[in-house]
């Protein structure tokens, strides 16, 4: 089983990223897929999630309007797209595949936001 991260990187304030999780070894349309952060010295937290069935996304309070998660179920892989970025979405951005009680993650990949 593999989670593979990407896009993150250095963007300014106000700014956009769009983050790629590929994933491999399992079945993929069965699992929920989210992305979760985690900020130095905090703890993780649920970014985003899309479900398995249908596909319906739901958002943290404090990314909504800003953030975009969704699916290609062709190519294995979920996307986050990330606008108005601010200072505090800096954080290592995880991938995680969820389907009972089989729990998967990605090894994260940093987002800093800066001017």
């Known amino acids: 089983v593999q989670l593979v991260e990407s896009g993150g990187g250095l963007v300014q304030p106000g700014g956009s990223l769009r983050l790629s999780c590929a994933a491999s070894?399992?079945?993929?349309?069965?699992?929920?897929m989210s992305w979760y952060r985690q900020a130095p010295g905090k703890e993780r937290e649920l970014v985003a999630r899309?479900?398995?069935?249908?596909?319906?996304?739901d958002y943290a309070d404090s990314v909504k309007g800003r953030f975009t998660m969704s699916r290609d179920l062709a190519k294995n892989t979920v996307y986050l797209q990330m606008n108005s970025l601010k200072p505090e979405d800096t954080a290592v951005y995880y991938c995680?595949?969820?389907?009972?009680?089989?729990?998967?993650w990605g090894q994260g990949t940093q987002v800093t936001v800066s001017s």
């Open positions: 899309i479900t398995s069935f249908g596909g319906s996304t």
């Open positions: 995680n595949a969820r389907y009972y009680a089989y729990n998967y």
């Open positions: 070894g399992f079945t993929f349309s069965r699992y929920d």
